[in-house]
């Protein structure tokens, strides 16, 4: 499974550090004007210089080459030159003469509506201090190009990146070994971030899935767009190729539970689930089949025995701290979700249904040290998003 990587010398500007590539990462996710407006102050000291402009216009605007979303350009075109005048500053000919063109060249119609999608491209910047970077000389990245639709409510939500989704993208980053060699499935997938993210860190197995269909076909869009081998199978069989990224459409309400128990996965992975009440209880009895512990009765590849840890171990090692969570998820399939909590009653209820499984569901957001993999996004507030670890409890 392939995902774009670079690094910075990968560009023109050989000198690019932060914040200029902040600056950069942050138009190519289309980050909102007054962030990228921040961000240029930072670059140029306190003011959006002259040489921020022409990196504005050299690395933004003319490599866009028309694939950008022309409101949003001319969005951002137009505070620049606002910003600039405002503080007597110079602007250069090159941003009025490009504001001119969108201005004059397209109907008034046609500059508000723009496209129904666009591609959003998120870039996943290494911090100095992740075991990845080591002695690398310049920054890395991982850069996912998505294509999102405009219309948030397109695909029941589906088609557009959310908070929860970035956040469980970073965790995954953060911790590889966790997710290296596993089997691993996803409920919801969306726009396929997650996916994609996963891909990254060499799991034995992805399957995706989204009750969704026209959620599902821009999925598959995205891995393909990703440059991933895909596979779109309804027929519940078990595809072995680890180079393989499975599609696979799961409305949960009419889940059929040997087709989920057939899937068997290590891990399951799920971002901003949780917001319904009517589907919680079709959720969990997907997430409590999926976790099925049939699993630790199996065998080893080599042929070894499957151990399974006592629950007073496990929840004396959740206790203890988060890596032992992982340690004691080796030994069981676990579940990871992140969720912004938008209804107190709502989360609370998960809760409910989950303890009623017998799931154990605890809040292990404290406990995992996240590396800031999306320092340019600065509409992204991570203090929303929890990050739940759910097992299966034996008590």
């Not at 962030?35 to 210089?49: F, K, P």
């Not at 941003?95 to 496209?115: C, I, N, P, R, V």
Request: glycine share 6%; aromatic share 8%.
């Amino acid at each position: 499974m392939k995902v774009n990587e670079a690094s910075i010398n990968d560009t023109d500007v050989d000198s690019i550090r932060p914040p200029w590539l902040h600056l950069l990462a942050a138009f190519l996710a289309m980050e909102p004007s007054h962030s990228l407006i921040s961000i240029s102050r930072e670059c140029g000291g306190g003011a959006i210089t002259e040489s921020v402009q022409y990196f504005i216009w050299n690395q933004c605007i003319s490599k866009s080459d028309g694939k950008r979303h022309t409101p949003y350009v001319t969005s951002f075109l137009k505070k620049v030159i606002l910003e600039v005048e405002s503080a007597g500053g110079v602007v250069i000919d090159e941003l009025y003469e490009q504001l001119a063109f969108y201005m004059t060249s397209l109907k008034g119609d046609d500059l508000a509506k723009g496209a129904s999608r666009v591609i959003q491209e998120v870039s996943f910047i290494y911090p100095t201090d992740h075991v990845e970077v080591g002695a690398c000389q310049s920054p890395r990245k991982v850069v996912v190009p998505l294509n999102c639709s405009l219309n948030m409510l397109e695909g029941d939500t589906g088609c557009s990146i959310w908070p929860s989704s970035l956040f469980l993208s970073e965790f995954i980053l953060s911790y590889p070994e966790v997710f290296s060699k596993k089997s691993c499935f996803e409920l919801g997938s969306g726009v396929g971030l997650v996916g994609i993210c996963l891909a990254h860190v060499n799991p034995s197995k992805v399957v995706l899935s989204d009750g969704d269909l026209s959620t599902l076909t821009n999925l598959k869009l995205n891995l393909e767009l990703n440059h991933m081998n895909t596979q779109c199978d309804s027929s519940g069989s078990i595809l072995e190729d680890p180079c393989m990224v499975r599609s696979l459409h799961l409305p949960w309400e009419s889940a059929v539970e040997s087709d989920l128990q057939d899937l068997m996965p290590d891990i399951v992975l799920g971002a901003d689930v949780i917001y319904d009440p009517q589907c919680i209880p079709h959720l969990v009895r997907v997430i409590a089949t999926l976790l099925t512990t049939k699993k630790s009765n199996s065998l080893h590849k080599d042929g070894s025995q499957v151990p399974i840890v006592p629950n007073d171990q496990l929840n004396s090692d959740i206790r203890n701290g988060y890596e032992e969570f992982v340690f004691a998820s080796t030994t069981q399939p676990v579940a990871y979700i992140a969720s912004v909590v938008r209804n107190v009653n709502t989360y609370s209820y998960f809760h409910m249904v989950a303890q009623e499984a017998n799931l154990k569901v605890v809040d292990i957001t404290q406990n995992v040290k996240m590396f800031n993999f999306l320092p340019y996004m600065l509409s992204y507030q991570r203090s929303s998003v929890r990050l739940l670890g759910i097992y299966q409890s034996f008590q």
